[in-house]
């Protein structure tokens, strides 16, 4: 049963066509009319639209004109960002590059056009509105509503870390049929891409490193893996860029979580200074020690040469007692007084046994004898 416009069902007897019984104007029994008879209705009727003795030959140049203008439809031009692609009855032919190109005209052919050069961004983690999927660069300071469904990820301790990231990407120049044919989602696809491809990442990492020192790690890795499974769906992208925004841990828990990173801070600070102090005291207490084994062996080297040189003296003061014994003796007593008096106040008294007492001190002159030492 046909149905109107208000979405009831409609009388037979009121037609769409605007006459009861159908769209031929007749009843349900009747005959469709001749087909003959209406083109010669047609004719008739194109006839009054052109001027008088327009003939056959004028129907033909007119159609003629008609086919031309439908086959000058199919000139399209292609931006200095895009590329082309060809479609013959919805089959995909050729490629296009920048300027102006022919194509079969609808309903024959079509065009897809893409801006290849173009960047597109999409956010994992957190909304922003009217920038998912927008070609423009991009903002690493924006922030937009939460998604924790997609930023919340499993470490590889068994931690959770809110991650939120943002990945920028464009079509494949090399392989545009790619991302128009084989795709029916790109934006959808490319998202769920990269959050499979970081969930894969932080669950091989433990939250620790997560947070310090592997961020740096983490974009490369799962922009690699993020263009691997592209590349194996035959998507036509390419994966620019992944920029971590933040990585922390869930909001119940970070306030804990800021106080190990604070104390890790405190540790590594801590350890520094030490390691510092045990660099400035270890070679002052290095040398300290290289000082006082080099004075050893000074000293020692000083005493040997000192007890060489005694024995040496020796030896040659008893080869000479061996010659002359006497004069020998005589000698080292006079040179021990020397050394035992030479320092001494001296008295000089005469001898009793001549009639002499008196007692004369011994003045020393010490610029005329300087080898005394300047003793009084």
């Not at 891409?193 to 020192?213: D, N, P, W, Y």
């Not at 590349?231 to 979580?257: M, R």
């Not at 060489?308 to 007084?337: D, V």
Request: aromatic residues 6%; hydrophobic residues 40%; glycine residues 10%.
């Amino acid at each position: 049963m046909p149905w109107s416009n208000q979405g009831g069902p409609r009388n037979q007897n009121n037609s769409p066509w605007g006459q009861p019984g159908g769209p031929w104007g007749q009843g349900p029994g009747a005959q469709p009319p001749d087909l003959e008879e209406l083109l010669r209705r047609s004719q008739e009727s194109l006839k009054k639209f052109l001027p008088s003795g327009f003939g056959g030959a004028g129907l033909a140049i007119l159609a003629l004109v008609a086919v031309l203008a439908w086959l000058l439809s199919g000139l399209y031009t292609v931006g200095p960002n895009e590329i082309g692609l060809n479609l013959i009855f919805g089959k995909y032919v050729g490629k296009t590059q920048a300027g102006l190109n022919y194509n079969l005209p609808a309903p024959i052919g079509s065009v897809i056009k893409l801006a290849v050069t173009d960047r597109n961004i999409t956010d994992v983690g957190f909304r922003e509105e009217g920038l998912e999927g927008r070609r423009r660069g991009p903002a690493p300071g924006a922030r937009g509503p939460e998604a924790p469904e997609e930023s919340l990820m499993l470490t590889g301790d068994e931690n959770i870390a809110d991650v939120k990231f943002r990945v920028i990407w464009q079509i494949d120049p090399a392989k545009p049929e790619d991302y128009a044919f084989n795709v029916a989602n790109q934006a959808g696809t490319v998202k769920a891409v990269a959050e499979s491809a970081m969930r894969e990442i932080v669950g091989q990492t433990q939250i620790q490193k997560i947070l310090t020192a592997d961020r740096k790690l983490i974009e490369p890795a799962s922009q690699a893996l993020m263009q691997k499974a592209l590349d194996e769906y035959h998507a036509g992208v390419l994966v620019l860029q992944v920029l971590l925004l933040s990585v922390d841990p869930p909001q119940q828990v970070i306030a804990a979580f800021r106080d190990v990173t604070a104390a890790q801070q405190d540790l590594q600070r801590l350890g520094n200074e030490a390691e510092a102090y045990a660099n400035r005291v270890v070679p002052e207490a290095r040398g300290g020690a290289a000082r006082i084994l080099q004075e050893a062996e000074a000293y020692r080297e000083q005493i040997v040469a000192e007890a060489r040189g005694q024995a040496s003296r020796f030896e040659q003061i008893y080869a000479q007692y061996k010659n002359a014994p006497a004069i020998t003796r005589q000698r080292l007593y006079i040179e021990t007084m020397e050394r035992v008096l030479g320092g001494a106040d001296k008295v000089i008294l005469d001898d009793p046994s001549k009639g002499g007492a008196s007692v004369a001190p011994f003045v020393p002159l010490p610029a005329f004898a300087p080898f005394q030492g300047g003793h009084k």
